[in-house]
């Protein structure tokens, strides 16, 4: 589903990524790990497409997201669902127009955005909040909102950049049980983070970086 | 997907109502400024053009000259080949198409005496013989005693189109500033407006909509931010040719000769109104345009 041919990334002089050869199959679940300033960011954001490879070559479900420009950035979004560590969600927008933006975008009909929606809510625990607005909302539960908007169009490919950064124990379980339910339906789920707890109670594959090499995959 | 763009720049446009109308005044000030141009520019032809039309020799008789004389001169000039026409206009008719042109004027000539006017012949000549030079020319041979003045408009016409060729160049340039100012001046508005959406926009970038689904909304509120301003600055515009219409009436009836002022033609009216949706998407779609490059 993931996979990197030498990628190299360099901002100016510094490397944040250094020659990095690695493969994630198909509903799998792993974890980047590593120190603070390793490179786990930048490997997310290379396979969002937010930033493009110094060189080498990265495929994400059959897209070469080394070459992308921004009129197919787009398409390789929509196969990817993201969740960070800030949530990311739109304060003046409620619960169901923050997770329905992800199907708006597509052009899916309004009757079906809402169906499904609430069919997403359901799974991550909110049912019943949808008019909610995003700071009425714990942190766990908002972040659970972003899992649910990430998740909603169904994609391929789930990154995760530190999901529990900002949730304390019982709310960062809480997300991680989460992330574990939709690799279950096949989602194959990618986790920065470096909570040493959460891998050691939820264990699954790691890939560990040192200054932007990978040492153990 | 109409429906959902129209929901979103209306939601935008309520959202961010006092940039919008920002921007909104912005255009609508860039095309009133332009209006009332080309306003001016349409009214100064206008009245070149009718002084051109009849351009016409005006000799004035000393007040001694016999009436035969007078009529003598008359088909002297009359068999001339450059002269297509000329007519008599005596000093009762003189006074007679003052009091017709200019209002509450009879009383004063009433004072004066009816033939304070003088009596001359209008000289048309013949479309062949119409230019600066032939004119000149012709002047110079009807030098006869009886005529106390011979006056002719055509230098005053010439120096009047240098004028406005002038005031076209000026048109132009400062037109072409105002226009790269306002298109400047709503798309640093509408920045602030996109960067208020930022979250949004953003997020809408992440989960994967393509460029047009994030512009079109902007290039609508754009449009409609175009619409609404030129359409106020038309009002506008109308709304000076009127008061100038009607404070200056006895004095344009002078001037121009009974035309009243011309408003701007309607390719005129389309024309501004186009420059205003052109100014206001060109806006709005620089500043997205921006954001959506800057954007992660
Ligand atoms: N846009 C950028 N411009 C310059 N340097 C950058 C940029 N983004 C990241 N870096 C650098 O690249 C290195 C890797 O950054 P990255 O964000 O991937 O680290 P990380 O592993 O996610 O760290 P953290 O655990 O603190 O989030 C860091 O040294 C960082 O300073
Ligand atoms: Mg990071």
Redesign the interface.
């Known amino acids: 589903m993931i996979r990197l041919y030498h990628v190299h990334k360099r901002y100016g002089d510094h490397e944040a990524l250094v020659d990095v050869s690695v493969q994630v199959s198909k509903g799998e679940f792993a974890y980047v790990t590593g120190p603070s300033g390793a490179g786990k960011s930048t490997l997310l954001k290379l396979l969002y497409g937010a930033e493009r490879p110094t060189s080498g070559k990265l495929l994400v479900g059959g897209v070469d997201a080394s070459k992308l420009n921004q009129r197919q950035l787009p398409f390789l979004r929509r196969n990817i669902g993201v969740v960070f560590q800030d949530f990311k969600l739109i304060e003046n927008r409620t619960v169901e127009d923050n997770v329905g933006l992800a199907l708006e975008v597509l052009g899916t009909e309004r009757g079906d955005i809402q169906r499904r929606v609430r069919a997403v809510l359901n799974v991550v625990g909110l049912k019943g909040k949808e008019g909610r607005l995003p700071l009425e909302l714990s942190g766990g539960e908002q972040q659970r909102v972003a899992v649910a908007r990430a998740i909603v169009n169904d994609p391929a490919v789930l990154l995760a950049d530190e999901p529990t950064g900002n949730l304390d124990g019982a709310m960062a379980i809480e997300v991680m049980e989460i992330l574990m339910a939709v690799n279950l339906r096949g989602t194959t789920v990618l986790v920065a983070t470096h909570d040493a707890g959460l891998m050691e109670r939820f264990p699954h594959r790691g890939l560990r970086f040192e200054g932007g090499r990978l040492v153990r995959s | 997907?109409m429906a959902?763009v129209l929901r979103r720049a209306l939601r935008s446009l309520w959202e961010n109502l006092s940039l919008n109308l920002v921007a909104t005044a912005v255009i609508s000030a860039a095309t009133l400024l332009a209006g009332v141009y080309l306003a001016v520019m349409v009214n100064l032809t206008g009245v070149v053009d009718s002084w051109d039309r009849d351009v016409h020799i005006s000799a004035y008789f000393f007040s001694d000259v016999p009436v035969d004389r007078r009529f003598a001169v008359k088909d002297e000039l009359g068999a001339r080949p450059e002269v297509a026409e000329v007519h008599y206009v005596s000093e009762q008719e003189a006074a007679a198409w003052l009091v017709d042109k200019v209002q509450d004027v009879e009383p004063v000539l009433a004072e004066l005496g009816p033939e304070v006017l003088p009596s001359s012949l209008e000289i048309t000549m013949a479309d062949e013989a119409n230019g600066p030079a032939q004119i000149a020319a012709f002047i110079d041979t009807i030098d006869y005693a009886e005529f106390e003045v011979i006056d002719y408009g055509q230098e005053w016409v010439q120096r009047f189109n240098t004028f406005l060729a002038l005031l076209q160049v000026m048109g132009v340039v400062l037109g072409s500033l105002i226009f790269t100012a306002a298109v400047f001046l709503v798309g640093n508005t509408m920045h602030l407006v996109v960067y208020a959406r930022k979250?949004?926009l953003?997020?809408?970038?992440?989960?994967?909509?393509?460029?047009t689904?994030i512009s079109l909304p902007f290039l609508l509120e754009g449009a409609l931010q175009g619409l609404v301003g030129s359409g106020v600055a038309l009002l506008g515009v109308y709304g000076l040719h009127r008061l100038l219409v009607f404070q200056l009436q006895d004095a344009l009836q002078l001037a121009i000769g009974g035309e009243a002022l011309s408003f701007l033609s309607w390719p005129a009216c389309t024309g501004l109104l186009s420059a205003g949706v052109f100014l206001g998407v060109v806006g709005c779609l620089v500043s997205v345009h921006r954001f959506?490059?800057a954007a992660?």
């Open positions: 997907m959902h979250q949004e953003e997020t809408m970038k992440l989960v994967g909509a393509t460029w689904f959506w490059r992660p």
